[in-house]
């Protein structure tokens, strides 16, 4: 509220219109004369401008998007459940009908990657948990997919079959398909749905390793060249949170599997069922 | 920078603060949908994947 011009200060302003012309137009020179376009203040305001952008993008990226793209791929993968039952009821299973009645189908791998094929329920991970399959682990249409979220690296086997099924899913981002994967816990049950059925697996322990620790893939993990005796479920992600240093391993036995037509397993039978 | 740009608005203080808003909707639109996603997939690559 100072004022430098001194021919305005000394009049009483007598009358509105005469003295205070002169007042505001002054106002508005020095004003406009503060405000004038400078280097340092248009270098400044575009500082701090990036920095709000640099702060939105951390927000975004860490948590905002986390939940959105996780809510499409539920969405997307609740919708898959229902296409898979369709499948079945056309009469379009992929499977060969093993010798042994007990023995699981094996559905047929897709034929393209990026093709989704079936479902991944994990009670661990929320009630009503369920994520979309699709074929091959490309980072860009697969993993940050907002309608997928996992990956089968097609090198493995398919579920139920002799060997190892392997899955991956981020940690962190994208949905973090996998974000819970240090909360499984021993016995807990990991579903896989094709269109053939229900593929049930148990979780027996984790395994941290370097991002070049593709023995975890072998057909008996960490052991390549062996025979297969088991049916293992291998689920890869990053560790720790937030960084990409080091991999965490899920193992899961298989334990059984339920065919489309028996209808779905009980622990799942709700959220199964309450989309069909 | 920012107050020229407001001096630059045109109608009363009301509209010019509408049409900030709809400025600012429009930027945060453009990052989220464009910006922030191939910053993600360009400055910050995630990996979940063995052997990749």
Same mark, same amino acid.
């Given at each position: 509220?100072?004022?430098s ?10 009358a $509105? ?11 508005? @020179? ?6 004038r ?7 400044g ?9 640099? !702060?939105? #993008?951390?927000?975004?990226? !860490? ?12 969405q ?12 079945w009821? @056309? ?6 009908r093993?010798?042994d009645p ?6 047929? +791998?897709p +034929? ?11 009670p661990r #991970? ?35 079959? !002799?060997?190892?099924?392997?899955? $991956?899913?981020?940690? @962190?981002?994208y ?15 990991i ?11 148990v ?5 941290y ?25 291998? !689920?890869t992600?990053?560790?720790?949170? #937030? ?7 899920a193992? +899961?036995v298989?334990e059984?599997?339920?065919? =489309? ?7 799942i039978?709700?959220?199964?069922? +309450? =989309?069909? | 920078m920012? *107050? *020229?740009?407001?001096?630059?608005l045109?109608?009363p203080v ?5 049409? /900030?808003?709809?400025?600012?909707a ?5 990052? /989220? ?5 191939? *910053? ?9 994947? /063995?052997?990749?």
């Amino acid at each position: 509220m100072h004022d430098s011009e001194p021919a305005e200060t000394p009049e009483p302003a007598p009358a $509105a219109d005469t003295a205070a012309a002169p007042t505001r137009s002054a106002a508005r @020179r020095r004003s406009a004369a503060a405000t004038r376009l400078s280097v340092t203040g248009v270098l400044g305001e575009i500082l701090v401008t990036a920095g709000v952008v640099v !702060m939105l #993008f951390l927000g975004w990226y !860490m948590w905002l998007n986390d939940i959105t793209a996780g809510a499409e791929q539920q969405q997307a993968a609740e919708e898959v459940q229902q296409e898979l039952q369709e499948q079945w009821e @056309r009469g379009e299973s992929t499977a060969e009908r093993p010798v042994d009645p007990g023995e699981p189908v094996i559905s047929a +791998a897709p +034929a393209e990657e990026g093709e989704v094929f079936g479902t991944l329920i994990v009670p661990r #991970f929320g009630p009503d948990w369920v994520r979309s399959i699709a074929s091959g682990v490309d980072v860009k249409t697969v993993l940050n997919s907002y309608t997928v979220g996992v990956g089968h690296y097609t090198q493995t086997q398919m579920p139920g079959e !002799m060997g190892n099924f392997a899955l $991956a899913g981020h940690r @962190r981002t994208y949905g973090a398909a996998f974000g819970d994967i240090d909360k499984l816990r021993l016995g807990d049950r990991i579903y896989v749905e094709t269109v053939d059925g229900w593929y049930e697996y148990v979780f027996r322990g984790l395994e941290y390793v370097w991002p070049t620790g593709v023995e975890v893939l072998e057909p008996v993990p960490a052991a390549p060249g062996v025979a297969p005796t088991d049916r293992v479920l291998t !689920m890869t992600s990053c560790n720790p949170r #937030f960084s990409t240093a080091e991999r965490i391993i899920a193992y +899961a036995v298989y334990e059984t599997w339920y065919p =489309r037509a028996d209808g779905p397993p009980d622990e799942i039978s709700g959220v199964v069922q +309450a =989309r069909g | 920078m920012y *107050a *020229a740009l407001w001096r630059i608005l045109p109608g009363p203080v009301w509209v010019r603060i509408l049409i /900030v808003i709809v400025l600012v909707a429009v930027v945060l639109v453009v990052l /989220v949908e464009w910006v922030f996603p191939w *910053a993600a997939d360009t400055l910050l690559p995630q990996d979940s994947t /063995v052997g990749g």
